[in-house]
């Protein structure tokens, strides 16, 4: 009758009543109604059915009601779980520990502690006590909820009450404890565990292995790995799949593959999310070959790529800017059947703007309209910023009005792009009217926006009112950092103010910023071109003895800078010349072999330093071409070399 089409829950509950007082049933019979709709997953049927029951006078015993309240929480349905409780004890039906422990879970979902407490002392009045299934329930919510110093008290709890912790116990601790990063403290509990002659299970190791991975700390992670070995455990999915996970987000895939290996070879067999896992791995660290390569493996295996695999994929790709193959890859996806989501089409509208193809980022957007995917404020902020480096102002409005049409507005990223894109032309006053709209929305900018006014200051050629705004920067407590000086120190030796851009180097170092090779390099950069070798040399030393080293470009501006100079003083100069020709030569050197030494580079990098080599000869062309005469300098030498 229940699975029955058109049989209300009054009607059989009279039928069932009826034969009840008519034959003297058994009065099990109403348990088993209920316990019939509840594994049916019936459970609101079954809530009319016990209601329906109640007000016919007629009780459902303790183990039906468990049944039903255990049914209702398993699928959340906490809220109705609560009133057919309160509607219980108030009928007066003998309660046990089984519905204690039922209603403490239910309250533990909602993370209703409190309510939990008073649950226990009600509890308590009846002669019904908490027990380890109750404890372990709410030591494992507590954690689950960050609430660890809560749930250690629990634990304490359950010596003062004579109930010892079992391995559930401080499996639930460990998971908080690693969740929540404190990985020393889970060390501790683990050996504490050991220490009550507690036997930690594989699910124990993994907690450990899983939290450490995530944390990439190869060395505990490994150590972990080889403690479910040494104890004779087999390790599972969930260990194979940290361990691999470790080592793909850390870029060593020869280690991952190892794991990989390892894992087939005891019987396991790798899913969708494994190998989406490994051919992430491989487009992280650029190889895109190897990536396709898994994925063939993956399908091989009748391992079917979702969407997931195919929009790692894609955003590898896209990183490496193939983006004829994203599009490719894009067209696969519509022919095997796996339709591409929100993220596939911001991957590739990104890819695109990324790399200047606007107007291609464009129509996909129209697509992801017409196919009902709602952009957000990622995709508005990566369309806007491509528009506006286009120059393509009137589109950019556009996308702002249709952003706030749909109700997305903007953020801190959208009013920063607008605001950069109007300081990379100098219009410091336009990109001002954005930077108060940003303020009057209490979006606080952040040291990028800072850094784009005081990149619009320099462009503008008012370096000193740059330096004002950086003042400003530090009064609204936001830390001024290396972008920041940077900037700054280009925009006063554009404007030939050498001591202001080198007041700043030493500003840097004292508020614990330190110069890299680009703020030594604009320094050497302005002081060759006002021909103030001198000075050049002297931060070049000044870079070194700070353990910065030097790059193509530190070397080229040295070179040029002592080519150009040499006129009258030609002679004077050319050991200088020399000096920093082959030290740039052997940069090359070393920089290639290091290349060689590696994966062997592709094209790009080979035409990279081939252009090195070039500009080296051309440089010493340069020299000859002023008659500097010496005896081991010769271009056929260079050449060899």
Known sequence: MIRRRGATRPEIVDALVSSYHRFDSNPSVFDLLIRTYVQARKLREAAEAFRVLKDKGVFVSVNGCNSLLAGLVRIDWVDLAWEIYQEIVEMGIELNVYTLNIIVNALCKDRKFQQVDILLLEMETREIFPDKVTYNTQIDARCRAGELKEALELLNSMGEKGLKPDVVTYNALLNGFCKNGKYERAKELLNEMVGSDLVPNTPTFN????????????KE??????????????????????????????GDMSRALMYFREMKSVGLIPDSVLYTMLIGGFCRIGSIADALKMREEMVDQGCMPDVVTYNTILNGLCKERQLADAEALFEEMSQRGVPPDFCTFTTLINGYCKYGCVEKALKLFDKMLHRNLKPD??????????????????????????????????????????????????????????????VDRDILPN???????????????????AEK????????????DRISYNTLIHGFMKEEKMQEAFALLSEMEKQGVLPDVLSYNLLMSGLCEEGKMQEAEWVFKRMLG??????????????????????ETLDKRTSCAYSWLWQFAYYIIRKYKSLMDSVPPDRS???KWFCFHRQALQLIEAIRVHRVEAKFFKKENYQDT
């Open 221 to 250: 992670a490994t150590r972990i790995y080889n403690e479910i070995l040494r104890r004779g455990f087999v390790p599972d999915m969930v260990s194979f799949s940290s361990m691999i996970g470790l080592f793909t987000k850390k």
């Open 546 to 567: 700070k353990g910065t080293q030097p790059d193509r470009y530190t070397y080229t501006t040295l070179i040029n800078g002592h080519v150009a100079a040499v006129s």
């Open 377 to 438: 404020i990622v995709t508005y902020n990566t369309l806007i910023d491509g528009t506006c480096r286009e120059g393509d102002i009137e589109k950019a409005n556009e996308l702002w009005d249709d952003m706030h049409s749909r109700g997305i507005f903007p953020n801190h990223i959208t009013y920063t792009i607008l605001i950069d894109n109007h300081c990379e032309k100098g219009e410091v006053a336009e990109a001002y009217k954005f930077w108060d709209e940003m």
């Open 447 to 465: 040291v990028v926006t800072y850094n784009s006014i005081i990149k619009g200051y320099c462009r503008s050629g008012d370096a000193s009112k």
């Open 207 to 218: 907690i450990m292995l899983s939290g450490f991975c995530r944390n990439g700390d190869i």
């Open 605 to 607: 990098e080979y035409t």
């Open 469 to 480: 705004f950086l003042e400003k920067m530090r009064k609204d407590k936001i830390t001024p």
